[in-house]
């Protein structure tokens, strides 16, 4: 089946189930090419997002936005979602049950997209895919998770709060081409492969929950 249609499914499969928390809030799917090669995966909408039913669209969606464009790469080329895919109230964290109940969905999206790279925003959605990884020490670097190839990279909130998170941010950005065609060459050296040490448990249950 097409992609966009089967995407399409998915959506309306979430709109209609009851289980879900946080259903007082509009539904943001997430947006962009259903071919993408780079899937960028945040935390969950906010007031704006919620407000258009579209991923990073308010202060820090339009800095994730113009790095992304300053690549070269179009908006509609890449994909951009949430964990959560409904505002939490008052824009706080997502709770670890919002987190479980929506992230099926989250794998699904993924399976059916089937992107070169994941570029998760953020810790908890870095977690999502690698729950022992902290994210200052391990942003920037490349992971395997099953099939996928994860570059995590700070949420550009966090980047938008001083100088140096935002050269972090900067950087890792700079970083997302190469990684990119590393990723579509399958080259994965193990040796280089950053190391989560004494967890390695924790990262196949990543895997495991992915797929
Ligand atoms: N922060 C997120 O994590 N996601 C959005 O869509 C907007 C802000």
Redesign the pocket.
């Known amino acids: 089946m097409d992609k966009g249609i089967e995407l399409k499914k998915l959506e309306q499969e979430i709109a209609g189930d009851d289980t879900l928390p946080l259903r007082e809030s509009n539904l ?1 799917f997430g947006e962009g090419s259903p071919d993408c090669e780079v899937f960028f995966v ?5 007031f704006n ?1 919620d407000r258009e039913k579209r ?2 669209v ?1 202060r ?2 339009q800095f994730l936005r113009k790095y992304i464009r300053e690549l070269g790469w179009k908006e509609e080329d890449v994909y951009i979602t ?1 964990i959560v895919k409904r505002r939490p109230p008052d824009n706080r964290d997502p709770l670890p049950e919002e987190i479980e109940n929506y992230k099926p969905y989250l794998a699904r999206q993924i399976e059916i997209i089937s992107p070169s790279i994941i570029v998760p ?2 810790r908890f959605s870095m977690n999502y895919f690698l729950p022992a990884a902290k994210i200052t020490r391990d942003q920037g670097k490349l992971f395997k998770a099953g099939k996928y190839f994860i570059m995590p990279m700070l ?1 550009p ?1 966090a980047a938008l709060r001083g100088t140096d998170a935002m050269n972090m941010f900067a950087e890792t950005f700079a970083k997302l081409p190469r990684a990119l065609e590393r990723a579509k060459n399958n080259k994965w050296d193990e040796a280089a492969a950053p190391a989560l040490p004494e967890e390695g448990k924790k990262q196949e249950d990543a895997q495991a929950r992915l797929f």
């Open positions: 943001v945040g935390e969950a909408p906010g997002e991923p990073f308010g820090a969606g949430n925003l953020g949420h909130a």
